[in-house]
T-cell receptor, first 113, second 113 residues
Framework: NAGVTQTPKFQVLKTGQSMTLQCAQD?????MSWYRQDPGMGLRLIHY???????DQGEVPNGYNVSRSTTEDFPLRLLSAAPSQTSVYFC????????????FGPGTRLTVT | KQEVTQIPAALSVPEGENLVLNCSFT??????LQWFRQDPGKGLTSLLL?????REQTSGRLNASLDKSSGRSTLYIAASQPGDSATYLC????????????FGAGTILRVKS
């Protein structure tokens, strides 16, 4: 198994541009989520999904959209990038909600100028 | 609101020493607690998952304990090695937002050879 994969590894955007961060898992996990990691703020939940076709907001959802058309993929869209979205983004997955170990991808380092 | 605190913030030890990392959380209503390791510029690697009904988990030289009623967990690393140098993150699965992980700020560990 490749586990949780993310692309790209690095990205530089200009303010106002849009882009999609890709996340895929090959473990047949129902639950997937996106976090951002910022110095002094730790990791914060952006959006999550409990299964294909079901998504919900986390604690910092503004400026981001998600969709879950398949079990494997959970892309994160930045609608109009802002410097405040400069961060490292991690995708995570687990077999189901609640009681299962969560696995993280290698991250995407995004800089918005 | 759940808050997770990790002590110490940084630790430097000689190779071979046994060490303890501490984690505390404010709300005992958790599903589980997970310890992660993060190397610089990398993703999070899951080390141990302790369910809320369990007291401890062991994996190789690592042992994690959980005292849910007092809101505490410890990660014990036996016979530390330079390869153990990394940031160790403690996270609890909060009952809000589905399966949200609430992270501590981490302990930066350096094992000197």
């Amino acid at each position: 198994n490749a586990g949780v994969t993310q692309t790209p590894k690095f990205q530089v955007l200009k303010t106002g541009q849009s882009m999609t961060l890709q996340c895929a898992q090959d473990m047949n996990h129902e639950y997937m989520s996106w976090y951002r990691q910022d110095p002094g703020m730790g990791l914060r939940l952006i959006h999550y999904s409990v299964g294909a076709g079901i998504t919900d907001q986390g604690e910092v959802p503004n400026g981001y959209n998600v969709s879950r058309s398949t079990t494997e993929d959970f892309p994160l869209r930045l609608l109009s990038a802002a410097p405040s979205q400069t961060s490292v983004y991690f995708c995570a997955s687990s077999y189901r909600q609640w009681d299962y170990e969560q696995y993280f991808g290698p991250g995407t380092r995004l800089t918005v100028t | 609101k759940q808050e997770v605190t990790q002590i110490p913030a940084a630790l430097s030890v000689p190779e071979g020493e046994n060490l303890v990392l501490n984690c505390s959380f404010t709300d005992s209503a958790i599903y589980n607690l997970q310890w992660f390791r993060q190397d610089p510029g990398k993703g999070l690697t899951s080390l141990l998952l302790i369910q809320s009904s369990q007291r401890e988990q062991t994996s190789g030289r690592l042992n994690a304990s959980l005292d849910k009623s007092s809101g505490r967990s410890t990660l014990y690393i036996a016979a530390s090695q330079p390869g153990d140098s990394a940031t160790y993150l403690c996270a609890v699965t909060d009952m809000e937002y589905g399966n949200k992980l609430v992270f501590g700020a981490g302990t930066i560990l350096r094992v000197k050879s």
